[in-house]
């Protein structure tokens, strides 16, 4: 059983998912970095380029729409088992209006890229209105599953008024789903996409029928099942505008939402805050007294288990076992908290035992599987590694909420001080042997000046003689550790 917390403020929404009193899924959405892509408009055609082979449309954004060719639906035919496309002068004409999705968002000078090629997400499914074809994502492997999927939604989406019961594409994570579940999805795809159809035939053109769900919404969509006790949201505004949207398409999650009026700030009760900044962290503490290390790179991300000061169990052995069994369950958080995606290693402490190993590796599973985003583990490779994917959905938490570090460029660390002096001492010597200035002045971090006036001062004083010049030293406060000039007085 869990409970989810919405935080809501105008320029941003967080939800947290609470089980067993501890965080075990985070998501932030920002006002300003919501995008338009899945955004449905009626345009009007304002300029057909056939030397393009596209079209402009306004919608009503700051610049004109783009739409191509190959993403008008229905736009070709086939001939001789080849698909023949129609020039798009024969298929739309100025002053047309046409309903639109953004399938890609506004980069610079460039508008948003539209396709007339309608689709509405779901929590397991894909609907596409204008087509009655049933896809399959093909990460469902096993062709006896995807028969099966596709024999349960033949039989969920038929309808009895002769009505065309639309496309569907099967997402991943309906391979488990029951048929529930996907009679769910399927009513509240056919109820957004008949709000859309609705809003098209009474709005003017360059208005927005359907907008993206957003952050608050989806958890309702996606993120509600039969564990979830209650929904708490701390705005009477959002509370209001939610209730509204479950008890028209998820009644059941509705019935859950309930508005926190407490006096603390609701991640402060729960001790969310904190929870965001661990989860910022390098370095993760466990309770037995071991920790994580955890590097997040370009290629991968790493995990290394370390013992720490845990020293409780009987033996060597039997503390190696133990910190990497709570490890499992710690990995497996950190990744949901922190939403790290793509390859993973993680280097759990060697265990000389076979059986350690195979309990490990089970209680990992065990952990990753209540992941509601896909993952797919490795056993232990020769050197004691456990590979593992974990599907990226958006950005980790560390790169939406940080940035590299100014002084380090992201790097992690520094030169030292010494270091810093011996590239000033080297510079001047090089920017002697071009120009014979009166003066050298040398301009960094008070650490390095000191360094120079002190320890190195020697050197520097050698180096002055040498070029035959006086080199004066000047402190800048705002510089960095690793930043200097040297100007030729």
Request: net charge negative.
């Amino acid at each position: 059983m869990h409970d989810i917390l919405i935080n809501w403020t105008p320029q941003e929404t967080r939800v947290a998912l609470i089980e067993n009193g501890a965080v075990q899924d985070l998501h932030i959405e920002r006002a300003l970095e919501r995008g338009l892509v899945g955004n449905v408009y009626l345009g009007k055609v304002a300029r057909v380029l056939p030397g393009m082979q596209s079209a402009f449309i306004e919608v009503g954004l700051e610049r004109a729409a783009f739409l191509h060719v190959a993403d008008l639906h229905g736009g070709g035919h086939h001939k001789h088992d080849v698909t023949v496309q129609v020039p798009i002068e024969r298929q739309v004409f100025e002053g047309q209006t046409l309903m639109v999705q953004v399938i890609k968002d506004p980069i610079g000078s460039k508008g948003a890229r539209l396709s007339t090629q309608i689709s509405i997400a779901g929590r397991l499914l894909v609907f596409l209105p204008q087509d009655t074809h049933i896809g399959i994502s093909q990460k469902i492997g096993s062709v006896e599953a995807r028969e099966q999927l596709r024999s349960r939604m033949q039989s969920l989406t038929a309808t009895t008024d002769g009505s065309s019961p639309g496309g569907f594409i099967l997402r991943t994570n309906a391979e488990d789903a029951s048929d529930a579940e996907l009679a769910d999805d399927i009513a509240y795809l056919r109820k957004a996409w008949a709000s859309i159809r609705a809003n098209g035939l009474s709005r003017p053109p360059g208005s927005m029928l359907h907008e993206d769900l957003n952050l608050a919404q989806r958890v309702l969509r996606d993120m509600v099942n039969d564990g979830t006790q209650t929904i708490r949201i701390d705005s009477k505004l959002q509370f209001d505008d939610l209730k509204a949207f479950g008890e028209s398409y998820t009644p059941s999650s509705a019935s859950k939402l309930e508005r926190y009026q407490g006096e603390r700030p609701i991640f402060d009760l729960f001790g969310i805050e904190e929870e965001i900044a661990r989860a910022l962290a390098r370095r993760v503490d466990l309770k037995s007294g071991g920790y994580l290390i955890i590097d997040q790179t370009e290629a991968l991300t790493t995990v290394d288990v370390n013992t720490g000061g845990f020293v409780g169990a009987r033996n060597f052995d039997e503390t190696i076992f133990k910190t990497n069994l709570e490890s499992a369950g710690a990995i497996a958080r950190q990744l949901r908290l922190r939403n790290l995606g793509g390859i993973i290693i993680v280097d759990f402490i060697d265990m000389v035992r076979d059986e350690h190993q195979t309990a490990v590796l089970a209680e990992f599973r065990k952990q990753l599987a209540r992941d509601r985003t896909k993952v797919t583990v490795s056993g232990f490779t020769g050197l004691g590694l456990v590979e593992m994917t974990r599907k990226r959905t958006r950005e980790s938490l560390a790169h939406m909420l940080c940035q590299p570090c100014p002084t380090c460029e992201g790097r992690g660390q520094v030169k030292t001080a010494r270091s810093v002096c011996y590239d000033v001492l080297r510079e001047i010597l090089r920017e002697a042997r071009q120009f014979n200035p009166r003066e050298f002045r040398v301009i960094a971090s008070a650490a390095v000046v000191e360094m120079l006036l002190d320890e190195e001062s020697q050197h520097l004083a050698g180096l002055s003689d040498f070029i035959g010049k006086p080199i004066s030293l000047s402190t800048e406060p705002s510089f960095s550790p690793e930043h200097y000039d040297i100007v030729l007085m």
